[in-house]
């Protein structure tokens, strides 16, 4: 063989490699997972009866499926997190509760395994589950919690930095410059974790004095007193309450001068800013705050005053989110990748914008147990409009992996969710409920522990440790779960098949639980 001959049987051999290479890239779809903290659907405009409009976040549902009944298996930010990288329940990755919680990184999760599928795998924003990022060629990650102005970021390398700007637009940024620079030949994952809408909603400075002359209707719930259910009687996340809504730290009524321990975390983050900066921010705070302390409102007037404010920086927060967003859309779209791109935005949980009177998370109740779910599909992917089927946060990494072409390992305890998104018509077999469990207590908020069930109509909680309470709920005569039926002898049967159903689901999922109650009697 001569060398002419040979170099064009290297160049065959180059040229087809390459092309194997082009085609993977090509069928194998990207993915964008975009989730934020503490951000609840009853604030996206797509989900209807918004207070605020959502445009980018609706653009996604617009163009793919919103999820209708899309829910957490542990109402909680770590514990949510943790679910999801490795698609298993509390119990089984170990990450139960962020009070004493510090997620093993050693085991199986889901961006190892699309690693090992041949994806370029990064993270960017919130980690929040204390140890040491695995499974990721790239991370760039808030410290801790992260802050709303000048955040501190831990790097891949090991070093940390105080980024300038306002934390929303710097995790876009460094988003976008991750796909920058990333092998264009291969797929890849990328999770884009905001830090908003997280308490206590500092808002970017440019939308301070948005929705200032909004009034924001009370939820129908607000004056709920939780009569028939005494765990939620014993929380501490009320706003009426001084004691868990804080006037300064909440609401940033602050005159200098205050050095209470709320006041001077409440300054530890305003502080951040540039001193120009700072000046802007109180400049337009201490109005708020002066007329507050000339003309104080008392008892309900108080509390109705304080939903205002929050709802006015929730508010605020939630618009920069959106803005972010349409940037992110903007640049797949530039960049000719939205055609082969899984874009996924979900929040770690639900949230309390006033109903039954509260702020923040935890119980099993509707309002934090959904969490908003709306993605736009890759080519192959022909599902559009709503999608009714109970899905969960342990469901996405099955169906990343999925989507992957990778096998689900056994003890991933999630499904996949591509059967719902390959055609308009939804499976003929799917779940009938769902399981949850949240352990944090005693803590932040005082939310008891509990576990339960949820189908289609019905509801079943069981509060315990310090407390045995059960509760049921008729979802379809009770939307709003005002009524404990638990023992009630109409929804005798009712109660049995749910019992029946959750002693399965328990079974199904490996929680001990139940038993571990019984041996303690």
């Not at 007193?225 to 706003?239: D, N, Y």
């Not at 169906?399 to 059967?419: E, K, N, R, W, Y």
Request: hydrophobic share 30%; aromatic share 12%; net charge neutral.
């Amino acid at each position: 063989m001569n060398k002419n001959t040979t170099l064009r049987y290297t160049l065959l051999i180059v040229n087809c490699q390459l092309s194997i290479v082009n085609c993977w890239s090509q069928t194998k779809p990207n993915i964008v997972y975009i989730m934020t903290d503490d951000h609840t659907a009853q604030m996206m405009s797509c989900y209807g009866n918004s207070p605020i409009q959502t445009p980018n976040l609706d653009r996604i549902a617009n163009e793919g499926v919103r999820f209708t009944r899309s829910f957490v298996a542990n109402s909680l930010s770590g514990p949510s997190r943790a679910c999801m990288i490795t698609g298993k329940l509390s119990h089984k990755n170990g990450f139960t509760n962020n009070e004493h919680g510090i997620f093993d990184g050693s085991q199986q999760t889901m961006p190892k395994l699309m690693q090992k599928a041949g994806y370029q795998t990064a993270l960017i924003g919130k980690w929040h589950l204390v140890s040491t990022p695995t499974g990721f060629d790239h991370y760039d990650i808030l410290q801790g919690q992260g802050e709303y102005y000048n955040p501190t970021f831990i790097h891949d390398n090991g070093t940390r930095s105080v980024e300038q700007g306002y934390c929303t637009d710097i995790i876009t940024d460094k988003s976008i410059a991750w796909m920058e620079q990333r092998d264009q030949s291969r797929p890849f994952i990328l999770f884009v974790h905001h830090k908003a809408c997280h308490r206590n909603w500092l808002p970017k400075l440019e939308d301070m004095r948005l929705f200032e002359d909004e009034v924001f209707p009370l939820p129908d719930t607000f004056w709920d007193t939780w009569e028939g259910r005494p765990a939620a009687q014993q929380q501490e996340m009320s706003i009426a309450s001084p004691h868990d809504m804080d006037i300064i730290y909440d609401n940033k009524i602050y005159l200098p001068g205050d050095t209470s321990r709320l006041s001077r975390l409440y300054l530890n983050y305003v502080n951040r800013l540039s001193e120009k900066d700072r000046e802007t921010y109180f400049q337009f705070h201490d109005s708020i705050a002066r007329a507050f302390k000339a003309y104080p409102p008392r008892g309900r007037a108080l509390a109705e005053y304080k939903f205002q404010r929050y709802m006015r920086d929730y508010c605020k927060v939630t618009k920069s989110l959106d803005d972010n967003v349409g940037r992110l859309l903007q640049y797949l779209q530039e960049k000719g990748l939205l055609d082969n791109t899984l874009i996924v935005y979900t929040s770690d949980q639900g949230f309390y914008m006033g109903e039954h009177g509260w702020f923040d998370k935890r119980f099993m109740y509707e309002e934090s147990l959904n969490t908003p779910l709306v993605m736009r599909l890759p080519k192959g992917y022909e599902r559009r409009g709503t999608i009714d089927e109970m899905v969960q946060n342990i469901d996405y990494a099955p169906t990343f992996l999925d989507m992957a072409g990778a096998s689900v390992p056994a003890d991933i305890q999630g499904i996949s969710l591509t059967p719902l998104l390959k055609q308009q018509k939804s499976p003929k077999k799917w779940r009938d409920a769902i399981y949850y469990h949240y352990y944090e207590f005693p803590a932040e908020h005082m939310v008891k522990r509990h576990y339960g069930i949820r189908t289609s109509r019905y509801k079943l909680i069981h509060f315990y440790q310090d407390i045995d309470q059960w509760e049921l709920y008729d979802l379809q005569n009770d939307p709003r779960e005002l009524h404990n039926l638990y023992g009630n002898p109409a929804y005798r049967k009712v109660q049995q098949q749910m019992h029946s159903r959750l002693r399965e689901l328990q079974h199904h999922y490996d929680d001990p639980i139940e038993s571990e109650l019984s041996s303690r009697q």
